[in-house]
């Protein structure tokens, strides 16, 4: 109840603009929506700087904050939004689709139904760096799905793409981070 209280306590500082609430609260949030932005943007330098905006925007946003849900989770969805609208921004449109053209859409369907635990026992960094590796189309929609625990149908209305599409590169994700792993781990081994 103490911590509710010293955020509640920050939060109202920063709203009142005042610097060493603001720079308590970016101090306490940074690792955590930093590796955020890492899961969408390869790029160092790009993800600081997604970081830096989504920032302003919760500072911006944060008279509206009501303390009714997660605070970290209202945050964490700024950021999120922040870096898709990023990616939106340097690539015409990379949700719609990617390289590998020549998929069914009833393979597609079964890959996504069913549930690959593998992706659960692997390490962390492991498992980033992998994600890492991914287009941004691919990238986005595994890290919504996958990570922040979106639906297809929320994934699509967030990126302006249909369900199918959502799902299909869902599914090209994780055939891609298959083969990323098996080559990471066959070099590995040899």
């Not at 302003?56 to 209202?74: A, C, P, T």
């Not at 870096?83 to 079964?110: G, H, M, W, Y």
């Not at 990570?147 to 149908?153: A, T």
Request: overall charge negative; some cysteine; aromatic content about 10%.
């Amino acid at each position: 109840m103490e911590n509710k209280e010293h955020l509640k306590l920050i939060v109202e500082g920063c709203v009142r603009g005042e610097r060493k609430s603001q720079e308590a609260l970016f101090k306490q949030l940074y690792g955590k929506m930093l590796v955020v932005c890492y899961r969408y943007i390869n790029d160092k330098d790009a993800a600081q700087d997604v970081l830096q905006d989504g920032f302003i925007k919760v500072f911006d946003k944060l008279g509206v904050f009501d303390f009714s849900g997660s605070f970290e989770g209202w945050v964490r969805r700024i950021i999120v939004n922040t870096a898709i609208d990023s990616i939106r921004k340097s690539k015409k449109n990379p949700f719609l689709s990617d390289q590998d053209t020549d998929f069914k859409q009833e393979a597609v369907d079964e890959m996504v139904e069913k549930e690959e635990v593998e992706f659960k026992t692997l390490k962390a960094e492991v498992a980033l760096e992998a994600i890492s590796k991914l287009s941004p189309a691919y990238r986005t929609v595994f890290n919504l799905f996958v990570l922040e625990d979106f639906s297809h149908r929320e994934i699509a209305e967030m990126l302006g793409i249909n369900e199918g599409t959502s799902k299909s590169n869902l599914a090209k994700a994780k055939m891609n981070l298959q083969r990323i792993l098996t080559e990471k781990f066959k070099y590995i081994e040899s």
